[in-house]
């Protein structure tokens, strides 16, 4: 197998990211639907699996590629006369890799815990009781207790967005606004406790969960 097979090769890897990537935006949306109406928990599950297997997909993909761009470089780097069996080096790494595989992983996936945290979200927003009968109460109860408004612009948030840090939600032009604007920006919401934590644009992610409770108590 030559370098240029191995580049074509990692090139096709990358492309085949994007479509898991891809994917697990799709389970996502469907995981929240299936809680917003209320769908039998086996359904529920059923995606949280499927995410799961998406997870565990990337994993084995970046490892993938891991080993054969550090086969490559260590080969340019060694520069032997002859060149040895690239696809059995980059094997080698590869189930070395995956040797160490656990669980703890899937913490640094930022498309699984993403899933994971606006699950739990609309979990609790719109599953708070066991029974159908007591849900629709449960949700006037929690909508009424949450506080929709954005600290910054005092308004109804229309596109809120959740600090990972402290998990406090904005409306996102208004602080995007102040990160663009003022550079050290610490988080708005009155009693948050990582008052030492500065916002990056990084932190900031889709809340998916509020902008639906928001925009069905709008309805």
Known sequence: ????????????????????????????????????????????????????EYATMDRE??????????????????KPENLPDLENLAQEKFLEMESMNSDSDFQRNEKYMYFQDQLKEMKKQYLGNNTIEQIDEDIAVTRSQM?????????????????????????????????????????????CRHVDVYIKESDLVPDEALKRVIDSQNK
């Open 1 to 52: 197998i030559s370098f240029n097979a191995i580049d074509s090769a990692l090139s096709s890897l990358k492309n085949c990211q994007s479509y898991i990537n891809s994917g697990m935006d799709v389970a996502t949306q469907v995981a929240l639907d299936l809680v917003q109406s209320f769908n039998d928990e086996e359904d529920v599950n059923n995606m949280e699996k499927v995410m799961l």
């Open 61 to 78: 993909l970046n490892h993938y590629i891991k080993a054969f761009e550090e086969t490559i470089n260590q080969v340019k780097r060694e």
């Open 147 to 191: 506080n929709f408004i954005c600290p910054i612009t005092q308004m109804t948030m229309k596109r809120p967005v959740r600090n990972k840090i402290c998990g406090h939600s904005y409306e996102k032009d208004a602080i995007l606004g102040m990160i663009q604007k003022k550079k050290i920006v610490r988080c708005p919401q009155v009693g």
